[in-house]
């Protein structure tokens, strides 16, 4: 290696450990987002705890993949929750751009290549939303990234262990499960190809396994959405995909020549299958996309296509087809070029990235001012309260809110029969019962709203805060 080239490797090196030290520094100031599924998967984690009880009616595991809620078990045994997920995703994001750099490497593109790669993961805006969210996406990115790298390696036993844990992370990762070996057999010509595809298979496949066996026998719940509405067909998968690439990849709009672009990008690693070397980053994407459509048609009609949804697929898709052309297209520039990039992709994503959003229910910031939490602490016990924001109202204020009753289910928008009295009979008016109506949580619509609530029970107001309108059961 000469010296230039040694040089250009340690700029851009230090030009990645600032990107990446920049995202870490954003998060710390801006704090994790936290989302219902957030609080399902702190409930997940109590249930881990006590395994006996898991099985029992609410524990959420057998919607939610265990080794997330495992490993906030750990975490939670020395830190308290939101700093277990801050470092979590913190650990994930280093991780990831450290798997994605040498993945890149040793597909061949060389150690400089590598190192840009992960200037882009880093200094994307589309990172920052993704890892400042309390969600599964920042583990599963990382432990994709290290199956993909185990996977050029050859080191395919350990490619197939990380593919079974990105599985018992989120369901998605059974993209992986398919398309490895698959790129194990039409990837190459030399021998032993079957035999790499059955030791990638097998591990991969008995973690998972494993997983079905415990919710079969131990805890009894079977993956479930109950959100399987209207499906869109093929042609309205696609457009929607496209809008989704459009919008959330581009930051563009809806003309026809935005989308003709989104559909552009959308396509680009179906370039890679035609290299025996690259085709395992074509036949990944393909099957990711795949299940991510696939399990829209048969589980979940609401699936949104957003960035939290797509990302994976922009970091092992299209950031290393990018450079693949890119280096093809011109190598004796290629070097000198990505130098040149590093600081233009550095600066821009660093300054120029898409501002926080405002503040919502989803930001810890918000609950560490809300005006209800405050009051929730300080209402005289005991008491029952029901809300259309338990979940968040519990978590934040450490006191028991229970949830509101349905009126539809949400998977078919029926009626849900007699739950209105039911629920009125199990009413005890002996102590204060007060019911909290957050003006935010409007997307709960399944549940019986303010209005109906108020008229139907006689409820009276006792208080309003800025975010909420607080009654209460009159007393018999």
Not at 221 to 248: D, W, Y
Not at 423 to 449: G, I, K, N
Request: glycine residues 6%.
């Amino acid at each position: 290696m000469s010296l230039d080239s040694e040089c250009r490797s340690k700029v851009l090196l230090i030009t990645v450990i600032a990107a990446a030290g920049m995202v870490v520094l954003r998060l710390f100031f801006s704090g994790l987002r936290i989302f219902p599924d957030t609080l399902s998967y702190l409930e997940a984690a109590e249930a881990l705890a006590s395994v006996g009880e898991a099985g029992g009616g609410g524990s959420p595991l057998g919607h939610f993949p265990p080794l997330l809620p495992l490993a906030l078990l750990v975490f939670t045994s020395f830190f308290s929750t939101i700093e277990s997920f801050f470092l979590l995703n913190i650990t994930s994001l280093l991780l990831s751009g450290l798997f994605l750099s040498l993945w890149i490497r040793d597909l061949g593109l060389g150690k400089n290549v590598g190192l840009f790669a992960a200037l882009l993961f880093f200094s994307l805006p589309h990172t920052y939303q993704v890892y400042r969210a309390a969600l599964s996406e920042p583990v599963f990115i990382a432990l994709l990234l290290a199956s993909l790298w185990y996977f050029v390696r050859q080191k395919h036993f350990l490619s197939g262990v990380c593919i079974g844990l990105t599985v018992l992370t989120r369901y998605a990762g059974g993209a992986l499960l398919i398309a490895l070996p698959l790129a194990r057999i039409f990837g190459s010509m030399k021998r032993g190809r079957f035999s790499g595809a059955c030791k990638i298979f097998m591990p991969a496949f008995t973690l998972s396994l494993l997983w079905i066996v415990l919710l079969h026998y131990g805890f009894d719940k079977a993956p479930r959405s109950g959100r399987v509405v209207s499906p869109p067909n093929l042609f309205e998968q696609l457009e929607l995909l496209i809008a989704g690439v459009t919008r959330e990849w581009l930051f563009l709009g809806n003309s026809l020549f935005e989308r003709l672009l989104g559909g552009l990008v959308l396509f680009l690693p179906v370039g890679t299958l035609f290299r025996r070397r690259y085709f395992v980053i074509g036949i990944s994407y393909i099957c990711y996309i795949s299940v991510i459509l696939f399990s829209k048609v048969t589980l979940d009609a609401e699936i949104p296509l957003n960035n939290r949804i797509l990302f994976p697929a922009l970091v092992f898709g299209i950031i290393p087809s990018l450079l693949i052309y890119t280096c093809h297209f011109g190598r004796r520039w290629t070097e000198g070029a990505l130098l040149g990039a590093a600081g233009v992709v550095f600066c821009t994503g660093i300054f120029f990235a898409t501002p926080p959003p405002p503040p919502s229910v989803f930001e810890t910031t918000y609950w560490s001012e809300s005006e209800t939490v405050e009051w929730l602490q300080e209402v005289p016990k005991p008491n029952h309260i029901y809300s259309n924001a338990a979940d968040f109202l519990s978590f934040f204020s450490k006191e028991q809110v229970a949830s509101l009753p349905k009126r539809f289910v949400p998977s078919t928008r029926a009626p849900v029969p007699n739950s209105l009295p039911e629920f009125t009979a199990q009413l005890d008016s002996s102590e204060p019962v007060y019911f909290v109506f957050h003006s935010s949580f409007q997307f709960r619509w399944y549940l019986w709203q303010e209005a109906a609530l108020v008229q139907a029970l006689h409820l009276e107001s006792v208080a309003e805060t800025s975010d909420a309108r607080i009654y209460r059961l009159p007393r018999d």
